[in-house]
């Protein structure tokens, strides 16, 4: 998203400067293309927003997604339905701290809580919801 966001602003300033240096205006078509990265960069920005107004609860026996700016969704999933989760982590994620969850389920139906994009700190969050999931770690012995 990122990137596309900035590769139609870089897009968009090499056809001002290439208008420009050539003595055509272009006016109308110059504009267009302004109002179309502008438009881009609102884009990113809302999503920017969704992304961070998102929220992740992990309890003893959900698993509850809150997100939504305008409108609030609340979707929740009973921990003992997850039979397994696996998060991969992508080279911008890992750069910018951020992975994607996959969570399998029992029975046949489709969740859309199944894929989590964009999830900081992942490692943090597998722990923690390993931990929910399939208990605690073992406490090591006095001789440990």
Same mark, same amino acid.
């Given at each position: 998203? $990122? ?5 139609? +602003? $870089?897009? $968009? ?8 240096? *050539?003595? #055509? ?30 929220? +992740?609860?992990? !309890?003893?026996? #959900? ?7 305008? /409108? ?21 994620? #890992?750069?910018?701290?951020?992975? !994607?969850?996959?969570? %399998?389920? %029992?029975?046949? *139906?489709? /969740? %859309? +809580? =199944?894929?989590? =994009? ?22 090591? !012995?006095?001789? =440990?």
């Amino acid at each position: 998203m $990122v990137l596309e966001t900035v590769a139609v +602003l $870089v897009g $968009v300033v090499a056809l001002n400067i290439y208008a420009a240096a *050539h003595g #055509r205006g272009g006016g109308i078509l110059i504009t267009l293309l302004w109002w179309g990265a502008l438009a881009a960069v609102l884009r990113l920005l809302w999503r920017m927003l969704t992304w961070y107004c998102t929220i +992740l609860l992990v !309890t003893n026996s #959900r698993f509850v997604k809150v997100s939504g700016i305008i /409108s609030l969704k609340v979707q929740s999933i009973p921990m003992s339905k997850i039979t397994d989760l696996s998060y991969t982590l992508d080279p911008n994620g #890992r750069v910018l701290g951020y992975g !994607t969850f996959a969570l %399998e389920t %029992e029975g046949d *139906h489709k /969740s %859309e +809580l =199944e894929k989590l =994009e964009y999830v900081p700190q992942p490692d943090q969050f597998y722990l923690l919801f390993c931990n929910s999931i399939f208990g605690g770690a073992p406490e090591p !012995t006095a001789g =440990e």
